[in-house]
T-cell receptor
Framework: NAGVTQTPKFRVLKTGQSMTLLCAQD?????MYWYRQDPGMGLRLIHY???????AKGEVPDGYNVSRLKKQNFLLGLESAAPSQTSVYFC??????????FGEGSRLTVL | AQSVTQPDIHITVSEGASLELRCNYS??????LFWYVQSPGQGLQLLLK??????LVQGIKGFEAEFKRSQSSFNLRKPSVHWSDAAEYFC????????????FGQGTTLQVKP
């Protein structure tokens, strides 16, 4: 049972480049989330989805887009990367009892 | 505004000593409360959660936490710390709503001295 899988795990971008982070879960969860983690700031919610075909903005959505075309996948896109988007990105899905299951993270550096 | 505060950014304890990590929250409704642990380079793992009922909850790895509504606190405790407990700990709060969003504190880094 893989749980929540994120790809890629590491990526270096130049300012202005675009990329997509993929999150896949095999637990048949409805709700999925993208957080970013920065030192001293904990985890901040970027976007989330309460089901296939739905997305909603979180606390820090600017500069990011998301899509949930399939229930098991939640994609996070950066159209024009900026150095302020250097961070560790975590995907999570919500279990039936309200807890979140996290992937191992994707470390993104924007030069 | 909804928020979670972990007042201690960094804590150092000796192996075998007791541990208490503080968490205070500001939330309009009756919250769901969680503690997660993150080892270096890893994702977050759930230690324990409180939804309702007994205000003292037991978790994995010998951790427990106590919900105190009057103090808006959910402090994490362990009677005897092991070197393997060195990690970053996050308190989180959410609501029994249909979005399931969690708000996280800033995290507390635990260092264990031999």
């Amino acid at each position: 049972n893989a749980g929540v899988t994120q790809t890629p795990k590491f990526r270096v971008l130049k300012t202005g480049q675009s990329m997509t982070l993929l999150c896949a879960q095999d637990m048949n969860h409805e709700y999925m989330y993208w957080y970013r983690q920065d030192p001293g700031m904990g985890l901040r919610l970027i976007h989330y989805s309460v089901g296939e075909g739905t997305t909603a903005k979180g606390e820090v959505p600017d500069g990011y887009n998301v899509s949930r075309l399939k229930k098991q996948n939640f994609l996070l896109g950066l159209e024009s990367a900026a150095p302020s988007q250097t961070s560790v990105y975590f995907c999570a899905s919500r279990g039936d009892t309200g807890e979140l299951f996290f992937g191992e993270g994707s470390r993104l550096t924007v030069l | 505004a909804q928020s979670v505060t972990q007042p201690d950014i960094h804590i150092t304890v000796s192996e075998g000593a007791s541990l208490e990590l503080r968490c205070n929250y500001s939330y309009g409704a009756t919250p769901y409360l969680f503690w997660y642990v993150q080892s270096p380079g890893q994702g977050l793992q759930l230690l324990l959660k409180y939804f309702s009922g007994d205000t003292l909850v037991q978790g994995i790895k010998g951790f427990e936490a106590e919900f105190k509504r009057s103090q808006s606190s959910f402090n994490l405790r362990k009677p005897s710390v092991h070197w393997s407990d060195a990690a970053e700990y996050f308190c989180a709060v959410g609501a029994p709503s249909n979005t399931g969003k969690l708000i996280f504190g800033q995290g507390t880094t635990l260092q264990v001295k031999p």
